[in-house]
């Protein structure tokens, strides 16, 4: 019996000692995260002013400008710990990117970059994948996980309104349009206004036909692949 509690005893030491060691080493490990930050609609990189955080919310960096040739990089990240990246440049949309640091014993780099939406009247953004289901006005099981981001982003946006414009699947008389537009777009109000956003920042339009942008198919799509009238939220002011 006394060999055996002493044999338990030396595991749990060893145990003890392989995890300060661990916790020593990954003390004394910084992690460089580095990319581009792309420019939403193009896919171009963009000069953008950025901060770093940590995951209580304090700032942890003097704002610092990501240039177009060589991107951003940020260093000294600790392994295991959450950080986010915040855009704070007037030209763009204030967002928040969450970066979960790998745990390690080893320098590592890491590359991703992010993607900003320019800050200004008259901005047309598709909503994709499409909220809706063919014909239907309410919003489709798992539109949550697109439009939750874009709630965030109105969200820390308040000044900025905008216009939700939906068109229909297919040429429908005008009146069956008009409701059919007005209705998604009633129900994606509800929702952004259930997420926090201002109801009184949006106003909803009524199609009076298809997207003149991207209309219907003229020949049947391939098998499983359904034509949805697009979604926008169109920027009124900023």
Not at 57 to 81: C, F, N, R, W
Request: net charge positive; charged share 25%; hydrophobic share 40%.
């Amino acid at each position: 019996m006394k060999t055996m509690r002493t044999f338990l005893l030396g595991v749990v030491v060893m145990a003890v000692a392989a995890g300060s060691a661990y916790g020593q080493a990954t003390v004394n490990t910084v992690v460089t995260i580095t990319g581009h930050i792309l420019n939403a609609k193009t896919l171009l990189p963009v000069e953008c002013s950025y901060s770093l955080y940590d995951a209580g919310g304090a700032k942890i960096s003097q704002t610092t400008k990501a240039h177009e040739v060589d991107g951003y990089l940020v260093t000294g990240l600790k392994p295991g710990e959450e950080y986010f990246i915040r855009i704070e440049d007037p030209r763009y949309f204030k967002q928040e990117y969450r970066i979960k640091v790998p745990k390690t014993t080893k320098y590592v780099e890491i590359s991703r970059d992010f993607t900003v939406r320019p800050l200004e009247s008259g901005r047309r953004i598709a909503l994709t994948p499409n909220p809706f289901d063919l014909r239907k006005t309410t919003l489709k099981v798992g539109a949550e996980d697109l439009l939750s981001e874009v709630a965030r982003m109105l969200a820390m946006n308040p000044q900025v309104r905008l216009e939700l414009q939906c068109y229909p699947d297919e040429i429908m008389a005008g009146d069956a349009v008009r409701r059919l537009s007005t209705d998604r777009g009633n129900a994606l109000r509800a929702y952004f206004e259930r997420a926090g956003v201002n109801a009184s920042r949006i106003s909803v339009a009524s199609a009076a036909g298809v997207d003149p942008i991207d209309p219907p198919p003229i020949r049947k799509g391939p098998k499983g692949k359904r034509y949805v009238g697009p979604v926008y939220i169109v920027i009124t002011g900023v």
